[in-house]
């Protein structure tokens, strides 16, 4: 029989974590701060409100580009948050959350070749899909004695004529790290020097604990180059909707929705109705758990600093990234030692990049109750070390 | 927000919490918010730090009822007179002063459905003031001051995800 499987496909790592999570889950007793997605429930009135678009049969796709109600509410919040004005129906479209939009925006930017950007440690799907979307990808590795921000001086030294686009994925997952204004400035010059292209993966935008996130598209002469990435997982609670969304050019737009048309054909017709109510009425909940995000990041920090593990001040995410080099063990197998001593689960720096050595992830998306039992563990297994 | 309106927002929620940790999740100085926990205090904007429970677990047998009052209120003391007759029995739990068809809410802990219907026929409805009362009997509580008492929270997402 013939291979059935494509070489690039093949070529392409399986996911760090997923080796981690087969682990954990053998592990009895254990206690995860291994999580990427919020540990609240959706608030009740949104649920509410996909329940109700059941109820009266709102149950067929909606345009391939979202529902036009949703685009408008999108549109607003972006104006609202960063005085910079979308088209609702050529410059923004509803995504399968914002993981699809940056599929998506690879998928309709690159050519065969063309380098990608891709400051890491970040989340785990950049780089696969530019090599899946046939894009050469040039990590820039980002450090802690910059508070693992990117600067300027990094973008230059990878930047070749082949380079098209850079991933600025800040608010950041592993690190927890944000880019403020200043910072974004400096980054905006090089762009538009080199005649470059952002993705800005803004996620966690809305999870951000100094002051408010500023987004590079409202910059002077970003937006013309900026596919911006947000969506509802994070700051409404929502990761099962499966909810994103793009914002760019129209030009840009147009060739992600063809895409977009043919594989997915629109999103979640219940989700995007939830998501309606989320933007509308939602502003006080964001609030709510950004304020315990933020209680129990100071939390960590405060002890970490107790039991004597190095750590930079994030603010953003609901990550911290803890240095753990001065215990003489790779990432790896300080992850895997502290859950067969202690059962506690925390996710290796290297699964969001090979920089991500000598680092480990510790999500605080888990309750005080939960935090404290688990440093009671770390602790532990610090002071045997 | 205040320090202030934080502290509160906290303490309503977990009054056990020690003043050193509070200034951990604040973010503030420990002192600072110890002397605010202590200004709250003498404010009378803290006025206790009490335990919920939810008796229908015990063995111990409570009778909770709220009655609907209706009074006529005093020339120059309004409701405040028959509010503090009624408020100062040791079972009458809380009285508040309503807006729309009745003038006073009465919530009522006894023992057993007698003791609450004594209290109402002897007591209450004996008061010179009192128009009429209509008394409602808990049966369940379902959520009390902001907590689900019928479901505890169950962690159902992945172990670990990126």
Request: glycine fraction near 6%; proline fraction near 4%; include cysteine.
């Amino acid at each position: 029989m013939r291979n059935p499987i494509g070489k690039k496909v093949v070529d392409i790592k399986p996911s760090g974590i997923r080796k981690f999570f087969d682990i954990v889950l053998e592990t009895e007793g254990a206690i995860s701060l291994g999580v990427g997605e919020p540990d609240f429930d959706t608030p009740w009135h949104i649920r509410d409100e996909g329940i109700y678009s059941l109820e009266k049969g709102r149950t067929f796709y909606t345009s391939n580009s979202g529902l036009k109600e949703l685009r408008t509410e999108i549109s607003n919040y972006i104006h609202r948050t960063q005085g910079v004005s979308y088209d609702p129906i050529k410059e923004v479209f509803v995504t399968v959350g914002g993981s699809e939009a940056i599929d998506l925006a690879l998928r309709a930017m690159i050519d065969e070749g063309d380098e990608v950007l891709i400051p890491q440690p970040s989340y785990v799907s950049y780089e696969p899909c530019a090599i899946l979307a046939d894009a050469v990808p040039v990590i820039i590795e980002l450090k802690e004695e910059n508070q693992f921000r990117l600067t300027a001086q990094e973008v230059l030294e990878k930047v070749t004529d082949k380079t098209k686009i850079l991933v600025l994925p800040f608010p950041n997952n592993p690190t927890g790290a944000i880019m403020e204004k200043e910072d974004l400035e400096e980054i905006a010059k090089v762009v538009i020097e080199k005649d470059l292209y952002v993705i800005s993966d803004e996620i966690y935008g809305e999870l951000t604990y100094s002051g408010k996130h500023v987004s590079i598209v409202s910059l002077p002469g970003m937006k013309e180059r900026t596919i911006l990435i947000n969506g509802f997982s994070k700051a409404y609670a929502m990761t099962g909707w499966r909810l994103g969304y793009a914002c760019g050019p129209q030009a840009i737009m147009e060739q992600m929705v063809k895409i977009h048309q043919f594989a997915i054909m629109c999103a979640p017709t219940t989700s995007q109705y939830a998501a309606v109510e989320a933007l509308r009425n939602g502003d006080d909940d964001v609030l709510m758990m950004k304020e315990q995000y933020n209680h129990r990041r100071r939390f960590l920090l405060s002890e970490f600093e107790r039991i004597g593990l190095p750590c930079f001040e994030p603010y953003g995410a609901f990550y911290v990234f803890p240095c753990i080099k001065k215990f003489g063990m790779s990432s790896d197998e300080f992850c895997t030692r502290l859950l067969k001593e202690e059962k506690l689960a925390v996710v290796p720096g290297t699964a969001f990049g090979d920089c991500g050595e000598g680092y480990i992830r510790v999500s605080y998306a888990y309750s005080l109750e939960n935090l404290k039992a688990a440093m009671e563990r770390l602790e532990r297994f610090i002071s045997k070390l | 927000m205040s320090t202030r309106e934080e502290i509160l927002g906290i303490i309503e929620k977990n009054s056990r919490i020690d003043v050193h940790e509070l200034s951990v999740l604040l973010g503030a100085d420990e002192l600072l918010v110890a002397n605010e926990l202590k200004n709250l205090e003498e404010e009378g904007i803290i006025c206790g730090y009490h335990t919920m429970i939810d008796w229908s677990k015990t063995d111990i047998e409570k009778v909770n009822a709220l009655i609907e009052v209706k009074v006529t209120p005093q020339r120059g003391i309004g409701f405040d007179s028959i509010a503090e007759r009624i408020y100062k029995y040791p079972e009458v739990t809380s009285v508040y002063l309503m807006s729309g068809g009745f003038d006073l809410m009465v919530i009522l802990e006894g023992k057993s459905l007698h003791e609450v219907a004594s209290f109402v026929s002897n007591k209450l409805s004996t008061l010179d003031t009192v128009l009429s009362t209509a008394t409602h009997f808990i049966l369940k509580k379902y959520k009390d001051h902001g907590t689900i008492l019928t479901k505890k929270y169950e962690d159902t997402r992945e172990i670990v995800s990126p």
